[in-house]
């Protein structure tokens, strides 16, 4: 299980700098919301918007989603400057953007730490680089704040002088080899964007992909594509039903004294139970976050 296991099945940008999309992120559904300091924001407007971004979180207002600011990367001006700032801003981790070594990470917390940042204040580090994803088994472990990992496929794609192709094919590699890492170290991962807006068909598939391949969710660059990830990464009521007979089916064999249970022909081992739990808390935490505030 990821370190803090919550819905994140839509992660969306919102530029840092344009406070009528920070407002209206209060009442989308995504899961998660993903406030950019870095491409989304004109280097002339940085400081400007990581200000006003610290006001922003102060007035709150965004319920149970979870908040993620990316800032610019260490190397650059604003970097370091970003980190201190958010420090106690509110957000629930800090993202860091083109992260290629354990160093950055270990950096980063370090930062963290003498900024005075609360405990649970998170890391979350951007795969988007081959090199980052040749070293991603050491960023996984890298840090006690780290939580997760998020997939930046567009800049993968430029770097590995790849094609958009719909299967994916050419970026299968990295995202496998990231969601090891992530795995391993119990981090929660986010698939990368779609960039045509107007290919629906394509959104889907890409979904039900990065779903099928173990990812948690898809991160997004428009509102309309968040009713589309939500369903392809959250529980099904056919998953549901299939998920409460399975802990129904081993906890009567249990009881019986016996390890295996026998369910519409098929085998249900403790681990099918205990997937099939984490199915069934992860569709009550979506319930909670879905309810009227």
Request: glycine residues 8%; hydrophobic residues 50%; negative net charge.
């Amino acid at each position: 299980m990821p370190i803090s296991f919550r819905p994140r099945r839509s992660a969306l940008y919102i530029p840092g700098a344009n406070t009528r999309a920070l407002a209206k992120g209060r009442t989308l559904p995504a899961d998660m919301l993903i406030l950019d300091l870095e491409d989304a924001v004109a280097p002339e407007a940085k400081e400007t918007a990581r200000a006003a971004l610290r006001d922003v979180l102060a007035e709150g207002g965004y319920g149970g989603r979870e908040i993620l600011i990316r800032i610019n990367g260490l190397e650059t001006e604003w970097g370091a400057a970003d980190l201190t700032a958010m420090a106690d801003a509110g957000a629930d981790a800090i993202l860091l953007p083109k992260v290629e070594s354990a160093e950055t990470v270990r950096a980063a917390e370090a930062a963290l730490d003498a900024a005075g940042a609360p405990a649970g204040l998170a890391l979350w580090c951007m795969i988007e680089t081959p090199l980052g994803v040749l070293r991603v088994q050491g960023i996984a472990a890298a840090a006690p704040r780290l939580a997760g990992l998020v997939m930046g496929t567009s800049d993968l794609a430029k770097d590995l002088n790849c094609r958009h192709t719909p299967d994916r094919a050419p970026l299968l590699t990295s995202l496998s080899l990231a969601l090891l890492a992530a795995r391993a170290h119990g981090l929660a991962i986010l698939d990368g964007v779609h960039l045509d807006l107007a290919d629906d068909t394509g959104f889907e598939a890409a979904c039900r992909q990065g779903r099928a391949l173990g990812f948690d969710g898809k991160t997004l660059i428009h509102p309309k594509t968040i009713a589309a990830a939500n369903a392809a990464f959250g529980p099904s009521d056919a998953d549901l039903e299939t998920a409460r007979r399975t802990v129904a089916a081993y906890e009567q064999a249990a009881a019986q004294g016996q390890g295996v249970a026998l369910l519409d022909g098929k085998l249900v081992e403790a681990l099918h139970a205990e997937e099939a739990r984490r199915l069934l808390d992860l569709a009550a935490m979506i319930a909670a976050l879905e309810r009227p505030e």
